[in-house]
C-alpha cells in the first residue's frame, strides 16, 4: 500500500524558518515525479512546487520563489521542503504528492491531476 507521510509544519512568526518531510513508502519513487501542493483557508488547493525524479529540475510557483526549495533523497523515499522567510499567506495545510506512474526522468508537473497519490497533510501556519 502506497502512503506518504508529511511531517515538519507548525507555528512560526513571519519571518521564520520550517523544513517540511515527506515519507514515501510501499513502493520506490525514485522514477516517479514529486510535488508540494497546499491549501490555505478558504482557498483551493494550489501548486507549490515538483521536483524531476532525477532531482535536478525544479519547478516553483511565482508566489515562492526564492524562498522556498524543494530536494528528495531517492535512496530514502524522502522528500523535503525548506521554507524561508515564510509569510503570514503561506499559511496553509501542505500536501506531498506523487506521480501515479512512471514518469521521464527530467520531467515535472504542476497540475494536482498529474498525480496519484497524496499524503493527508501538514498544517503550517505563520503569524504576523
Known amino acids: 500500500q502506497v502512503q506518504l507521510v508529511e511531517s515538519g509544519g507548525g507555528l512560526v512568526q513571519a519571518g521564520g524558518s520550517l523544513r517540511l518531510t515527506c515519507a514515501a513508502s510501499?513502493?520506490?519513487?525514485?522514477?516517479?515525479?514529486m510535488a508540494w501542493f497546499r491549501q490555505g483557508p478558504g482557498k483551493e488547493r494550489e501548486f507549490v512546487v515538483s521536483?524531476?525524479?532525477?532531482?535536478?529540475?525544479?519547478r516553483y510557483a511565482d508566489s515562492v520563489k526564492g524562498r522556498f526549495t524543494i530536494s528528495r533523497d531517492n535512496a530514502r523515499d524522502m522528500v523535503y521542503l525548506q521554507m524561508n522567510s515564510l509569510k503570514f499567506e503561506d499559511t496553509a495545510v501542505y500536501y506531498c504528492a506523487a506521480t501515479r506512474l512512471a514518469v521521464a526522468r527530467h520531467s515535472v508537473f504542476d497540475q494536482s491531476a498529474d498525480y496519484g497519490y497524496w499524503g493527508q497533510g501538514t498544517q503550517v501556519t505563520v503569524s504576523s
Open positions: 510501499g513502493r520506490t519513487f525514485s522514477n516517479y515525479a
Open positions: 521536483i524531476s525524479w532525477s532531482g535536478r529540475i525544479t
